[in-house]
């Protein structure tokens, strides 16, 4: 029961928090500690933009090198990636460039991807001013937010704005709504079944 | 009061317990103590050391303090505790059974001495040299002889007679020992626990000492029993072996020794006067050390006179054969056939680390208790009469009477060694074979009358191969439902009980090996049933190779030994890594790093791995996993860490009881299984998936297809499982369960391949009616996590890995099934 439905990749060094934002934003919950992630874990939250009912599809990848060629075939069909990185340790930060370059060679040129510097709620240990961030945005054309996973602050934000992009991207005419690897998949009101019974419903009600 | 004469001394004198990193320094002697029984001590050097040798330098007495009353040696059989809680090593030279000598080029030579019972101490090192002198003194009071394969091993002959040399091991120590305390029971002890020791007649006797020595642990006076033995070892030297001078007389004293074991117990009934209770046995201590010290000896001549021909040949025939076990269950009819296994325990868990615990002596006197019971039941029942003052007639029946019954006594054995060592395996046969037979659902099934399934099942199987192929649509696991299909061919493991101590300490031979043809029996059993979760920690070392199965109980005091220094040494390599450097290793840093950070996130629900908020070192396991992650980077620096290895520790750790240096080689075992799985290319991960992928088409076209045109013929969402063998989709019991059940490699080693293959299949229906795309059927499968049951899932994953060996390949089948038919073997 969506109108459309958005494919979400969340990247990162191994832990930022990607696991963490995901359950805030699913479930509305924040776990400390969090269990490894091994591979890809999935989590789907339905949002409304422009009146619209939007289905987020959310991967939530490892963060560890040596799982980077499972998770770079999630790119793949992402219309939405969020790169994480930890505001309190440099490295993370300094990653981000290869998490990019991975990102814009395995993924769509349509990509939406938001810079998130997280655990923003631990100001004192701080390695990464919210400057370089959004400097580091700018320069490489992304979205750029500061978020806490344990206060939830700007979780929500995330990934509606992320979704807000993707939906004007498709106002805009930028994206063939046939082609499923752009990670976006047209909903059909009727019912279930045939929502998900993507190609056909796809092509019936393409705008 | 230790002091009499030393015959040989050498100071500087280490041992290295796992637990003192420094090691203990100290003084090993030969000595001939104050009733002329002659000792080997190592006694370490403290202050309040009442020993003899007390003239050496303290320096670190504080530290060897601690360790001592620790005591961490205190409950081995030789092992003795005095009035100060301190501890020496104190052996007969009769104990002992060999001594290993290693004089490597660079470094301190050491000895490794192996008492008649298997166990092996503590590697003696010669800081200052003198192993050959020590070796030589030796030689002068017991006969060493040098090993014809190795030359730096040497065992010890008892006597210097040859003839009795000849009848290899008639060491009647322990008949006397059991004598001298009027305890009938040992023998029967003797009897069972024969056929883990058949070489080493000692052991029963070494047992009642472990037992007295566990009792009276503060009692010197214990040197009078060895005196005993001594003395009647003389006597005997030169009275009654001619008697047994021929080999045929072996049979004949195999059944006296059954007629002894129920003279001892009608002799035990009748003679309460100086037979304390039997499972009292810190009562028959005192009493053989102290008082009746004159009455005992003289019950020991008389009896002695009796007892002494069947002795040494009942050493003699066990040594060939298991039928020990046997008899030892004959001989306590009226107790259940298990009744010998507490002592196996005893004895393996014993040999194998000289540091029985506590629970363990509890164990032996409480199975003691009960054998004795069941031996004053047999003896009521026996025909035999016997007076503790008749001993001749005693002796007369024992050679008519006994002996006709031998056949009998042969027989049961036999039967019994029987149900021991075949049962398991039989009964997961005949399981098997009914559950084929059974099934008329297939005709996989109704084609199988498989007499001997053990066998012949493959070669049926194939033979079935062509009809199969002929309809396949007759049978395949999905036009069929799911749980209908996973009875037709996988074994119906939830019969099949978990391996019990019992019958993991029945596989072992008298040195501690477990046979080939053993290891097949038993790997079979703990595929089927699994391990018994109080055995697991011994078992766990050989499936993931710490022990070999043909390693000795003194080489893996050996192997134990180096480990734990190689162990040490690597741990030292990171831990002498200093801040400073450290601020200059980014490599080592961030691993360190995120290992501390993926602990504290590995089974954080688990009460074991509790994680209070920063702090880290408040729980000691955290750190122990820590510890052994960032040593095992070390050891395999290519591999380095990998998210998931934690997972793979887990339950290691909770297995091996955090032990730390087991648990490393444990956990480097594992890794040796799984790690393509880590490699940074992924490359066993691809392989593995794609196997599984190439599985699915051969086995479901539809299936295969249908994720194909969803992307999902990659099969990704297997990988965390894959990776890390399941340990996130089953409970934390079923996954030890479930992994020890892989490390039997009974069957195949890809058994994860068709239990993901069954997990895809019982969605199947689910996948193809909805219509499911990838990321639907991750999250399926996702969601399975932790709601399967594990058994069902075996028994599907065993069905598939027959159903694919019968579903015959096209000849330009994929390499990637060819290899995987060529892992399977069916028994």
Partial sequence: ?207 | MLTNRILFSKENVFVYPPEIEKGIKGTISICSLDKGSIYLCWIPDLDQDDSQNTSQDDNDNSNTNTMFNKNPLAASTIVEIDDQNSWVVRVHIKELKSIKKYTPNIGTPYIIITSRKGTAFFPFFFEHGGVREFLKSLSQIIHLKKSNLDSNFFTVVDFSDPVQRSLSSMNLSEFYNEEDQEQPQPLQQQLFSEPLSPQQPQQESLYQQLKRQQKLEEDFNKDLTFEHDMELHNQEKDSKYSLLSSTNQLKKAQEISVSLANSFNSNNSGNNSTNTSFNTSSNININSSNSTKSNNTNILSSSTSVLQPPIPSVSTSFSKSTNGLSLSSLLSRSTSPTSPIPIEKNNTSISTSPLPSPSTTKYLSTSVGSDNEANKRDSDNNSLSTSPTNKRALKREISSSIFDNFAKVNQLAKSVQKNIFEEPAKKIDNHFRNLISGSKTSSIGSQLSPQNPNNQYFDILNESTSSLNASTDYFTPFNISSSNFSIELGVNRRECNPLSPSEWYSYFDDEGRICLANQQILLKKIFYGGIDDSIRQDVWPFLLGFYSFDSTYSSREVVKYEKTQQYFTIKRQWESISCEQESRFSKYSSRKMLIRKDVIRTDRLHPMFVYGEDDFDQNPNLKLMNDILLTYSFFNFDIGYVQGMSDLLSPILNVMKCKEVESFWCFKGLMDRLESNFHKDQNGMHTQLSTLSKLLKFIDLELYSHLEQNNGENMYFFFQSILICFKREFSFADVKTLWEILWSNYLTKNIPIFMCLSILLKERNNILEENMAFDQILKLINEKSNKMNLEDILIDSESLVKYFIVKQMSINADKSLIKLKESISIY
């Avoid at chain 1, 945005?137 to 939830?152: M, Q, R």
């Fill in chain 1, 1 to 207: 029961m969506y109108a459309f439905l958005f494919k979400y990749i969340i990247i990162g060094d191994t832990g930022v928090g990607k696991s963490c934002l995901l359950l805030q934003f699913t479930d509305k919950r924040f776990q400390p500690v969090h269990d490894l992630t091994i591979g890809v874990e999935f989590g789907a939250r339905m949002i409304t933009i422009d009146n619209k009912q939007i289905k987020l599809q959310i991967w939530d990848t490892a963060g560890q090198e040596s799982f980077r060629s499972i998770t770079r075939s999630y790119y793949r069909g992402s219309a939405g990636a969020l790169l994480v990185y930890d505001i309190t340790r440099r490295d993370t930060f300094n990653h981000l460039t290869c998490w990019l370059k991975d990102a814009r060679s395995y993924a769509n040129s349509n990509m939406t991807i938001i810079l998130i510097g997280n655990k923003s709620d631990m100001e004192s240990k701080r390695a990464v001013s919210y400057e370089e961030g959004k400097q580091f945005a700018e320069e490489n054309g992304l979205i750029f937010l500061e978020t806490s996973a344990k206060t939830a602050s700007n979780v929500e934000e995330a990934f509606v704005n992320t979704a807000g992009k993707i939906y004007e991207k498709i106002q805009k005419g930028d994206f063939d709504i046939n082609n499923e690897s752009f990670g976006i998949k047209l909903g059909a009101p009727q019912s279930k079944q045939d929502g998900q019974d993507n190609k056909q419903a796809a092509g019936g009600c393409c705008k």
